[in-house]
């Protein structure tokens, strides 16, 4: 009988990379994930289908190796996945110039991102308490986790909306995901982020060469 939960299993090693197994659903979620951003770049409505089998995927592989808050995160990412489809089969191809929040609102964005940093992680820390069943193990890297998931969701939301602000939280989350990844090794998923990393700092210059060109609409 076929078994798809076996797929979704970090011990299905597909094979090994520098000692490292590597499962197939971390191979799965890595390569949809490195496709989707490949689309996005390319204004490929595809990028979001792509999107909702990575969540898909990292939403398995997040919960067996402790990292809830980004297990969480993936629910988030799957809902803007088809939200995202949904928009954009409708698109009607209106340009929206790229803003900055103004200092005012960074300030905010800043107080936001570390009162939502401490209630997850807080929340998390209690899962095994309340779900004991569910959460055998406490999660780790709690409130690191705990950031990513909050300002991801974040610069998410700013990136959608064309703020200049979000590819600059984007490197700092990637960052400390490269470093999270690392030390959980699952070397793929790490190397994954090393290219988002990439992409964030090129989406920094370019939205930030862009906005100079165009007259400062600045909120705040």
Same mark, same amino acid.
């Given at each position: 009988m076929f078994d798809l939960s076996l797929y979704f299993s970090i011990k299905f090693v597909v094979f090994t990379f520098f000692g490292n197994p590597i499962s197939f659903? *971390?191979?799965l979620g890595t390569s949809t994930g490195l496709l989707c951003v490949y689309l996005a770049s390319r204004n490929h409505i595809l990028t979001w289908p792509f999107g909702i089998l990575t969540s898909i995927c990292f939403f398995f592989? #997040? +919960?067996q190796i402790q990292l809830y808050s980004d297990m969480f995160l993936q629910i988030y990412f799957f809902g803007s996945s088809v939200y995202g489809w949904i928009v954009w089969r409708k698109r009607t191809g209106a340009y929206i110039k790229i803003q900055s929040l103004g200092r005012s609102k960074n300030l905010v964005l800043v107080f936001v991102i570390f009162f939502g940093t401490y @209630?997850?992680?807080? @929340?998390?820390? %209690?899962?095994? @308490?309340w779900l004991p069943n569910i #959460?055998? %193990?406490?999660? *780790? #890297?709690l409130y690191w986790d705990a950031f990513t998931t909050v300002a991801s969701i974040i610069a998410n +939301?700013?990136?959608a909306q064309?703020?200049? *602000?979000s590819w600059f939280l984007w490197v700092f989350v990637d960052v400390v995901c490269i470093? @999270?990844?690392s030390l959980k090794e699952i070397p793929f998923v790490t190397l994954e982020y090393i290219v988002f990393l990439l992409i964030a700092f090129y989406g920094c210059y370019h939205w930030y060469q862009?906005?100079?060109l165009n007259p400062p609409s600045i909120e705040g």
């Open positions: 659903v *971390e191979l592989l #997040f +919960f @209630i997850l992680g807080a @929340i998390t820390s %209690r899962l095994p @308490i #959460f055998t %193990r406490p999660p *780790e #890297f +939301f700013l990136l064309r703020k200049l *602000e470093t @999270i990844y862009e906005y100079k």
